[in-house]
């Protein structure tokens, strides 16, 4: 499969398919394609669509494959930022926030990452329950905004709001942590809660998370009567 990207700050990937080559989506992103490339709706089967309920994750996803010779389809983005694309193999899984993902190769596994610290659980938000990437094919994230790369060495340690993690690789620890004081909680405009990643490994951060946006926005819509 070969690919390419265009756009600004709404970009768009391409995807160029031999006969037979598949793409995966779970959220809708085909934006235009070629006649040939036919579209088919799959649940993850009954365990995995058990779990994707709970965690508020799409049950389905939309397969498109390329039929009697090489076809077309281009993915676009819902919201300003940038599309980055990730080769997953063997040993070099991904962590996605559940929505990064905007579509990849049919050898590509999606799979929930459910974190193991209780305090994400109550308090991580979007960060409780993210997306694992596996198997092996080329992978396209979306990212909100701007892209920021970090790499951590071992023990190194990053303190982001959780909407602004894009992905991480598995090496990547996280957990939340309390705001400091009383004062800070109430009055400081940033929640209660921080998420604390600790290295070895990249983490990449988008600059303008849209359910930050979504936050915002409703503080600014009048209340029904």
């Not at 809708?28 to 994707?52: A, C, D, L, R, Y």
């Not at 994750?57 to 980055?84: E, L």
């Not at 070099?92 to 193991?116: C, P, R, T, Y």
């Not at 109550?122 to 701007?146: H, K, P, T």
Request: glycine letters at 14%; one cysteine or more; hydrophobic letters at 40%.
């Amino acid at each position: 499969m070969k690919y390419e990207l265009k756009g600004g700050v709404f970009p768009i990937v391409t995807c160029h398919l031999e006969d037979g080559e598949q793409m995966i989506t779970e959220n809708g992103s085909m934006v235009w394609q070629s006649p040939n490339v036919q579209m088919e709706t799959k649940g993850s089967g009954i365990g995995k669509m058990f779990s994707k309920a709970l965690s508020g994750a799409s049950i389905f996803r939309n397969v498109y494959t390329a039929h009697s010779g090489s076809g077309m389809i281009t993915f676009g983005s819902s919201f300003p930022g940038r599309i980055i694309p990730m080769e997953i193999e063997p040993g070099k899984e991904m962590i996605l926030q559940k929505h990064a993902l905007l579509a990849a190769e049919a050898s590509v596994e999606l799979g929930i990452h459910l974190n193991k610290n209780l305090g994400v659980g109550m308090f991580g938000g979007e960060g409780f329950v993210m997306q694992r990437l596996s198997g092996n094919g080329m992978a396209f994230v979306e990212i909100d905004g701007e892209l920021v790369e970090y790499e951590l060495s071992e023990g190194e340690q990053l303190i982001v709001d959780t909407g602004n993690i894009a992905c991480f690789e598995p090496s990547v620890s996280m957990e939340i942590k309390q705001v400091k004081g009383i004062k800070n909680k109430l009055l400081g405009g940033e929640g209660f809660f921080n998420t604390l990643l600790t290295g070895p490994g990249n983490v990449w951060l988008q600059t303008m998370p849209i359910s930050g946006i979504a936050d915002a926005l409703s503080g600014l819509m009048p209340s029904a009567n």
